[in-house]
């Protein structure tokens, strides 16, 4: 599997629109910071240190039974531009694309583990489910750092638990994450008390990319803050119930805005519709944008003859990276902008049956 293999795929099975709640949570995420015994952290580790380190953990991947079909990549084969591909299906987090010695990634074929080596942490062990299936998603992950706990020592303490290289992930070493499409909060303003309300309770709001980036397409992700303290399944049952609440407040919010502005909820999700239908040039944000506006009319039965996961496949293939793969060349931002636009005319034109 190489990335030319995962552009193949179109977009991403754990963003496949299945799942609990999928008309709000895109997907979660279990994601485990584990370090090594005896070899310092990777921002403290020599570069042969962190190469040691890859090669134990690919050696340890290639043992693997019943795990999947495993690969291993080290980020210095890549180019720039498949690793911001690896970036934009959240395989590999930005600060792991700027690559360096040691650095790599094990994937399984169906996306739905990744493994960072080098990152912050020596391991950065990532399971992924569509829907709010943190339990499913959980399982996976466990099932995996069981395994590599079979081959590898870990840096553990008795009292402290799991050691890593920030003290946030000190303990279970557990970070979960559920992605929401949350269009009826943001455009009732509530999202700022909302983030703050979830603040107080423990968890943090931050944008599609995870912290550090910004709000997209109405697009955010809920995670937990606190890894010290709590069992892995006190984090687990803490953020899904807290995630009901957040979905029901999204569907109450939905509700309104059809109750007491239906003319102008129709105006907004069409004007999406027919913008992406015939823009000529469209930014990701912008594009995102519309593409949120037009879900919500999906899911509101207000569009029809479009499937609801359009929003989750051009998530994807509209970022830079993906567009300047699947057409094939590199372009200018100017470039992209038009590429993007003449994508997803024809992407659409296809749904609605249009493009005969």
């Known amino acids: 599997m190489q990335v030319d293999d995962l552009i193949s795929h179109g977009g991403v099975g754990w963003m496949g629109g299945s799942g609990a709640d999928s008309d709000v949570v895109i997907s979660c995420r279990v994601r485990l910071a584990r370090n090594l015994a005896d070899i310092p952290f990777p921002g403290t580790a020599t570069p042969a240190q962190r190469e040691h380190v890859y090669e134990l953990v690919r050696s340890a991947a290639e043992r693997a039974r019943g795990l999947g079909q ?16 690896l970036v934009e299906r959240h395989l590999i987090s930005p600060q792991q694309a700027d690559g360096g010695e040691g650095r790599g ?30 339990q499913n998603a959980w399982r996976l992950a466990n099932q995996f750092d069981d395994f590599l706990a079979s081959e590898l020592r870990y840096a553990y303490d008795r009292r402290l638990g799991y050691l890593t290289a920030c003290p946030t992930n000190l303990g279970t070493g557990l970070r979960v994450s ?16 909302l983030s703050h309300g979830l603040s107080q309770v423990g968890l943090v709001v931050r944008g599609l990319y995870g912290e550090g980036s910004e709000m997209a397409g109405n697009i955010y992700q809920v995670s937990n803050q606190i890894t010290l303290g709590p069992t892995e399944e006190e984090v687990l049952s803490h953020l899904q119930e807290v995630t009901r609440q957040v979905i029901a407040q999204e569907r109450q919010a939905r509700q309104a805005m059809l109750d007491h502005n239906r003319i102008a909820l129709e105006d907004r999700v069409w004007r999406a519709l027919g913008t992406l239908r015939y823009a000529r040039r469209l930014s990701t944000t912008e594009a ?6 037009v879900r919500l009319g999906i899911d509101l039965n207000l569009i029809t003859g479009l499937a609801p996961t359009i929003l989750q496949e051009l998530l ?6 993906h567009l300047q793969r699947l057409l094939h060349h590199e372009m200018r931002p100017e470039e992209r ?11 659409i034109a296809k749904a609605l049956g249009e493009d005969r």
Do not use: C
């Open 337 to 347: 902008d038009v590429a993007r636009a003449t994508w997803i005319r024809r992407r």
């Open 178 to 193: 559920v992605m929401l499409h949350l269009p009826a909060l943001t455009l009732a303003e509530q999202m700022r008390r």
């Open 70 to 85: 495993l690969q291993a990549i080290h980020l210095k084969d890549l180019t720039p531009l498949d690793r911001q591909i």
């Open 105 to 134: 990634v094990i994937l399984r074929s169906d996306e739905s583990v990744s493994i960072m080596v080098n990152e912050e942490d020596h391991l950065r062990i990532q399971g992924f489910f569509p829907g709010l299936e943190v």
């Open 288 to 293: 995102l944008g519309y593409l949120s506006d």
């Open 316 to 321: 994807v293939q509209i970022r830079p990276a």
